[in-house]
């Protein structure tokens, strides 16, 4: 068993959290207080030294680059929002930062996401796979075209990419479980190893 | 109460039990089910073995302490393997939390090789901004991250020599647990750079990354904690994600159980009801 504090508030903490399971109960309304506030206060801290802190208040206030008031005069009428009688003003920054973002990522993101995958959809049919693949799309597609009445032959391939869809979501559900089962285990593994020393 | 109504009235608690007792009992008790190996997994692998001695490889830490059972054996196994197989290794993290964790995971990885940092890895630490400093690196590393993670100047330490931009690099992995993250990474050190890039991610956001290596976006994948099994098996030793996949299948068959015992009593009942009708 193990001789740190650390490990043992650790493991008192997660059985609290685990203890919702049975029912609601003060031991988890702690815990989870406890992690809120924590947050918060980590998250404050963080994004002082990491962001604020390097990126605006040294190169303005240290360094005397003035060109970085333009930051700071946006991120100020960014918290405008917080009245809402001038939450207007918040509209200029977000319209700045949504059109910078857009500019800087369109083409890479259609790139990416839009042509690199419509290449790879239309390759030869060398395997089974890609036939599959091609079939997966098309039929995809042909679901979420609602412009023409799902009937006779359009409505078949129509259906045939549900069952498609169904699959994606059937393996992508599967995944998902992975995923959560994988916390769990990583949860028990820290009390059975680290905590009870149990197991190696 | 009949036995059917009650199969159909289980309380949720016992319910849970099951699935603490699936967990718990091969954990204490390893059952040993064969990991096999996937393709996508093995790309990966090979990718790095065909790296010479020396290459530079790029690891990203992505990833919180809540995906740690995930992703930390995944960055621990590739960081042995790069060890290894005597490359340099630079850590970077575009999320705070990832930093302390790919720090651990090189440290001990490292220690197993008598790698030394600052001459064989280094960690540069976090930087906020995502996808913006993934752009900023590829024209300067230096400019984009001049402290490492303990801040001290890069430039003290023998592993940054000739390291001044994407061309740099022979290969980057990702560690993922969500944005900024793959995508990102694929997006500009990929579609602009034209760097090879790999992968390792939650289980929950694999499905939606197999189309980029299906494209060949990606050299290979890890997905979730059987992707870090298989590279453990791959690395030949018996890590934590090992260790976790019995679990992990017991509980998966329990799971299958329950969706076909449910489905079963629901169609019971309906028949049930229907007849009652009648």
Request: glycine share 10%; charged share 15%.
């Amino acid at each position: 068993m193990s001789t740190t504090l650390g490990v043992w508030i650790a493991a008192f903490l997660t059985l609290c959290i685990l203890s919702f399971l049975y029912k609601d109960n003060p031991f988890y309304k702690f815990a989870e207080h406890l992690f809120v506030g924590t947050s918060a206060g980590y998250w404050a801290a963080y994004y002082y030294h990491n962001i604020l802190k390097p990126n605006l208040y040294v190169p303005l206030f240290k360094e005397g680059k003035l060109l970085y008031i333009i930051p700071l005069a946006l991120g100020i009428m960014m918290l405008m929002r917080l009245w809402p009688r001038i939450g207007w003003i918040s509209r200029w920054p977000l319209a700045f930062i949504v059109g910078t973002y857009a500019g800087y990522n369109l083409i890479t993101y259609l790139q990416t996401n839009a042509l690199a995958q419509v290449k790879a959809t239309l390759t030869p049919f060398t395997d089974v796979s890609r036939v599959i693949l091609f079939v997966g799309v098309l039929t995809g597609l042909i679901y979420f075209f609602f412009s023409k009445e799902h009937r006779g032959i359009f409505g078949k391939a129509a259906r045939v990419g549900i069952w498609f869809l169904m699959v994606a979501f059937g393996a992508s559900f599967g995944y998902t479980v992975m995923a959560r089962v994988s916390l769990i285990i990583g949860r028990m593994m820290f009390l059975l190893k680290d905590w009870l020393g149990v197991i190696d | 109460m009949s036995i059917f109504e009650r199969l159909t009235r289980i309380d949720r608690r016992i319910i849970f039990c099951t699935v603490a007792l699936a967990v718990i009992i091969p954990l204490l008790r390893p059952i040993g089910f064969p990991v096999s190996v996937s393709p996508s997994v093995k790309k990966l692998y090979d990718a790095i073995e065909a790296l010479p001695p020396g290459s530079r490889v790029l690891m990203s830490f992505d990833y919180d302490p809540s995906t740690m059972p995930e992703v930390y054996p995944m960055n621990f196994s590739i960081a042995k393997h790069c060890f290894k197989r005597g490359l340099k290794v630079y850590g970077m993290a575009l999320w705070a939390t990832g930093v302390s964790l790919g720090q651990d995971a090189l440290e001990k990885a490292a220690k197993q090789y008598d790698k030394a940092y600052g001459v064989d890895y280094i960690n540069l630490g976090f930087k906020a901004g995502g996808i913006v400093v993934i752009s900023a690196m590829a024209e300067n590393v230096v400019e984009t991250f001049p402290e490492d993670y303990a801040g001290r100047s890069v430039g003290q330490f023998p592993v940054m020599k000739g390291v001044r931009n994407f061309d740099d690099f022979d290969l980057i992995v990702d560690f993922s647990a969500g944005d900024p993250g793959v995508i990102q990474w694929i997006m500009i050190a990929y579609g602009r750079y034209g760097k090879k890039v790999g992968a390792g991610c939650t289980a929950v956001s694999a499905p939606a990354f197999y189309p980029y290596l299906n494209a060949g976006q990606l050299v290979g994948l890890l997905g979730g904690m059987k992707g870090a099994a298989e590279y453990e098996k791959l690395m030949d030793y018996m890590g934590t994600a090992t260790a976790g996949m019995d679990a992990q299948s017991v509980v998966h068959a329990l799971i299958v159980f329950y969706v076909l015992f449910g489905n079963a009593m629901y169609l019971v009942e309906r028949r049930r009801s229907r007849r009652n009708r009648l």
